[in-house]
C-alpha cells in the first residue's frame, strides 16, 4: 500500500532539476548545492486539529504544508529548491494522499520546487515539510539587524487569516449574501501565499526580518529581542483588506490584524532613507507593502491607537504551549 501511495505522490509533484541527482525512490536523495551558494533549511510540522482545523479539504492541507515552510524561506530571503515530505496518516487514505499531494504540487511547480524524498507512516494525522533553498553567501534576512530609527513594514494586509478562521467557526445564515467575503477570508487561512519574490527582493535592503505566523506583535517581538530594540506600530496604519473591515467590527479587525496569526505576510525593517526604493521594489513585484511604525529605543512593541494614545494588548498573539 505505501509504495503505491509514495508512487503517487512522486507522479503528481514530477519537477525536473539538474541539481536533483537523485530523487525519491532510493535510500536518501543526492543532491548538488550549487557552487558560491549558502544552503538555507527550515522544518515545519502541522498537526490536525491543532495547525489546521479537522476536515480541512487534504488539497489545503497540502498546499498550507508547504506554504509555511516556503514562507521561511521567504522571510530569509531565500529562493526555494528542495523538500522533504514526512507524512504520518491514520490510515492508507488513496484519496487524502491525492488530495494532499495535488495541493503541494499547485503551490511547488510555478517556484520549481522538487520533492525528493521523505517518510510514510501511520498515526493520527501529521505532515512535516522540510525546505532547502539557496543564497547568495552573507545575505540572510536575520531577526537581528533592526536598528533605532529604522521603518517597520509588512506585505499585504494582516488579520485575514484569523478572521477566516473565526468566521468557519460561526456559520452565516442562510439569508446572509456576504459569502464571497466569508470565502476570501477563508482562502487566506486555507492557502496562505509565501513571499517569496518579495523576499528575494529585500536582500540587502531590509535590516531585519520575520514572516507572521503568530501574530504581529509576537513576530514583531522577537524582531525586537534579536536585535535588541523597541518599535511603536500605529494601529491607523495597518493594512486590513475589505473582506475583514465589511464583516468584521473595528475592535475585531484590530484584534485579528494585531494578534491573528496565520496570515505569513513578511514583516521587516529598513533603514528610513531606503523607503521609496524598497516600496517601489515590492510594487513592481506586485506585492503590496505599507509602513505600520518605527524601532525605537526599549524592548517592547507598542501600539499608538487612533485616538494617540497607546492600546494595551492583552493577546500578544498566539502561544505555543502556553
Ligand atoms: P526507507 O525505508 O529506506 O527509508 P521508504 O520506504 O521510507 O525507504 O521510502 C522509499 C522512498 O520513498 C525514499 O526515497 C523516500 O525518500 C521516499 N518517500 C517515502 N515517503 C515519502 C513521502 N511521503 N513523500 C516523498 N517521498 C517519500
Ligand atoms: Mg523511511
Redesign the pocket.
Known sequence: M??R??ER??EL?AQPRDDVRL???????VLAVPAGQELVVAIDTLVDGVHFPRGTAPVDIGWKALAVNLSDLAAMGASPAWA????TLPDADAGFVEGFAEGFARLAQPHRLA??????TRGPLSISVVVHGFLPPGQALTRAGARVGDLVLVTGTLGDAAAGLHALRSPLREDDNRTSLRDFLITRLHRPTPRLAAGAALRGQASACIDISDGLLADLGHICSASGVGAEIDAALLPRSSALLDLYDEASALHFALSGGDDYELCFTVPAKQLAEVQANLSRLGCGVTRIGRIVEGDSVRVRGTDNAWLSIEHQGWEHFA
Do not use: H, K, Y
Request: proline fraction near 0%; charge should be negative.
Open positions: 505505501e509504495f501511495l509514495i505522490i512522486r509533484t530523487g525519491i525512490g532510493d535510500d536518501a536523495a522533504l515530505l514526512a507524512l520533492l525528493v524524498g521523505g517518510d510514510t
